[in-house]
């Protein structure tokens, strides 16, 4: 039988009489989705005090080590709502986008369940990039000029009457594959017709916006209606290779601690844009219960929403969440309930994460290659694409590992992550070696 405990530090109560029989036993929590993301999520809630029991559907072989994977897909809501009735699960916490965009938070709800992740409507901040520039523009959040269209003609001669680089968006959930910066009116026709005659990401319209230059960089913040909490400002890498070079892909690196980013910027980051953006949509009757993530430029002109989404990033979750001190399961719980939570700890020290992936990523790539040397690793790894056969760690999927470093500065943890790294042995991986070049540049 699991112990019975109570942790008052640890919730929003002080005194002792006001803590409630059933806040002293131990939590069973239920992940969904199966990526790095789903592990750095999986590993803060297994710090957490008040957490029992966590399941993971569907997970993935790292999760399966301190976690119970769950063989439903992230998007079968009646499975997954028959699984958190059946086993008693206390909150359940949602990764992907796909899930939140076909409606898991709202049954949950429904069904009398507590979760974390926003409501259907509410995804539209992501699921529909011209539902976020019409948001943006109305409530004066700082944002690239844009024009949408349902029509291939008129979009290209739009397009062809403007300079290049063209900033080209389909609008919907396009598993981050939905943006073309079109250097020239050929690979913008490309784009276009991909998107409006040959409906490659699915029948919608795509939004062309004005090119922005300047650093990027993600925000993210658990969000519960107004109140917003923010969380360490960090910096990922699309390109496959070094130099920020090749096809974009999920996300290659990440890093906090950015230098180029001044306090002065957060605050402006936080209030008129983080928070401006939770009261919009609070406006609009579509509030925010979950994770908003902000992807953000350092423009000439200022600090600029590129894109907004509504849950964590990946592969900016692994750097960003093992700096957490508070008890992840309140900041969760708090949200999902919509009771104040209490101010978020954060470690004074920044993390750098190197991302692993099968040669060939993000164009084909074969599975089932043998992974060793991680036991030797004296960091944290995050599985994204593994699978155990027969007894032994394989591939199993584009991005396959993580590995994060943390340190007083980034050249301590730069150095550190990559000497781990060397330690990993397989014959089908592929890795950066500049993951946050542009901090020593």
């Given at each position: ?14 005194d002792?009489?006001d803590?409630?029989?059933?806040d002293c036993?131990?939590?069973?929590v ?9 592990h ?15 399941y ?8 399966g ?22 086993h ?5 916490v949602?990764?992907?986008e ?18 974390f992740?926003?409501?259907k409507e509410?995804?539209?901040i ?13 409530y004066?959040v700082?944002?690239?000029s844009?024009k949408a ?20 968006k ?50 993210l913040?658990?969000?519960d ?6 969380m ?8 496959a290779?070094d130099?920020?070079?090749?096809p ?6 990440a890093?906090?601690g ?6 002065e910027?957060?605050?402006?980051a ?15 009757g ?8 902000g ?7 200022g600090?600029?929403?590129?894109e907004?989404n ?34 978020t700890?954060?470690r004074?020290e920044v ?22 040397g ?13 699978a155990?056969?027969?007894g032994?760690?394989?591939?199993n ?10 340190g007083?500065?980034?050249a ?8 781990e ?11 950066r070696?500049d993951?946050a070049?542009?901090?020593f540049?």
């Amino acid at each position: 039988m699991d112990a019975v405990f109570c942790k008052p530090s640890m919730s929003n109560k002080s005194d002792p009489k006001d803590i409630r029989f059933e806040d002293c036993f131990p939590k069973t929590v239920l992940v969904v989705g199966g990526g790095g993301r789903e592990h750095a999520i999986v590993d803060a809630l297994a710090r957490s005090p008040q957490v029992g029991k966590i399941y993971c559907a569907p997970g993935n072989a790292g999760i399966g080590l301190v976690a119970e994977n769950v063989p439903l897909k992230d998007t079968d809501v009646e499975g997954l709502k028959a699984f958190a009735l059946e086993h008693g699960v206390d909150l359940t916490v949602v990764g992907p986008e796909a899930a939140l965009a076909v409606g898991i938070v709202d049954a949950f709800r429904a069904a009398g369940l507590k979760i974390f992740g926003h409501t259907k409507e509410a995804t539209a901040i992501e699921s529909s990039k011209e539902f976020a520039k019409r948001l943006m523009e109305k409530y004066g959040v700082p944002t690239a000029s844009y024009k949408a269209f349902s029509d291939y003609n008129e979009a290209l001669s739009y397009v062809s009457s403007r300079p290049f680089p063209a900033v080209l968006k389909y609008d919907g959930l396009a598993a981050g594959k939905g943006v073309v910066i079109a250097q020239d009116l050929s690979e913008a026709t490309k784009a276009l017709e991909d998107m409006l005659l040959d409906h490659t990401f699915g029948a919608g319209r795509v939004v062309v916006e004005d090119f922005l230059t300047g650093p990027e960089f993600s925000f993210l913040c658990f969000v519960d209606g107004s109140r917003v909490y923010p969380m360490p400002l960090s910096q990922d890498h699309k390109r496959a290779y070094d130099g920020d070079k090749g096809p974009n892909t999920g996300g290659m690196g990440a890093y906090t601690g950015l230098p180029f980013i001044t306090e002065e910027d957060r605050w402006f980051a936080y209030q008129e844009i983080m928070c401006k953006t939770a009261a919009a949509m609070v406006a609009e009757g579509k509030p925010l219960s979950g994770v908003l993530y902000g992807g953000l430029m350092k423009t000439p002109q200022g600090i600029k929403v590129i894109e907004f989404n509504a849950r964590f990033g990946d592969p900016e979750t692994e750097v960003v969440l093992p700096l957490l001190e508070s008890d992840i399961y309140t900041i969760f719980e708090s949200v999902a309930t919509g009771v104040p939570a209490p101010d978020t700890v954060w470690r004074e020290e920044v993390t750098l994460g190197v991302v692993l992936a099968s040669k060939g990523y993000p164009g084909s790539y074969q599975k089932g290659y043998e992974i060793q040397g991680l036991d030797q690793v004296d960091g944290i790894v995050f599985h994204m694409g593994t699978a155990f056969r027969e007894g032994k760690l394989v591939t199993n999927g584009g991005r396959v590992l993580m590995v994060v470093a943390g340190g007083p500065d980034l050249a301590a943890a730069r150095a550190k992550v990559y000497e781990e790294v060397r330690k990993i042995g397989c014959d089908n991986l592929f890795y950066r070696n500049d993951i946050a070049h542009c901090a020593f540049e």
